[in-house]
């Protein structure tokens, strides 16, 4: 057991009993955001594996401006 463990352990050990329930509640919300922590991660990298599957599918003359602008005139015209 690490140092840090050691120190938690001797910690809980000098508490009353009334306080365990709320080292426990906060022990479950740790072990959970953890949990959460991991999901998380694999989404993302889920997610960034998905986008570099599109990476180089544009062609090489493509202006992302003229096209933006394009897209600004088709959808609003000449508002203003």
């Given at each position: 057991m690490?140092r840090?463990?050691?120190?938690?352990?001797?910690m809980?050990q000098?508490?009353p009993d009334?306080?365990?329930?709320?080292?426990?509640n906060?022990l479950?919300n740790?072990?959970?955001?953890?949990?959460?922590?991991?999901?998380?991660?694999?989404?993302?990298?889920?997610?960034?594996?998905d986008?570099?599957?599109?990476?180089g599918?544009?062609?090489?003359?493509?202006?992302?401006?003229?096209?933006?602008?394009?897209?600004?005139e088709?959808?609003?015209?000449?508002?203003?």
């Amino acid at each position: 057991m690490t140092r840090i463990k050691e120190k938690a352990v001797e910690m809980i050990q000098r508490m009353p009993d009334d306080n365990m329930f709320y080292v426990i509640n906060i022990l479950q919300n740790l072990e959970e955001m953890t949990a959460n922590k991991d999901t998380d991660r694999e989404q993302a990298m889920k997610a960034f594996q998905d986008l570099l599957k599109f990476s180089g599918r544009l062609p090489e003359d493509f202006d992302a401006d003229k096209e933006l602008a394009a897209a600004r005139e088709e959808k609003y015209g000449n508002i203003g």
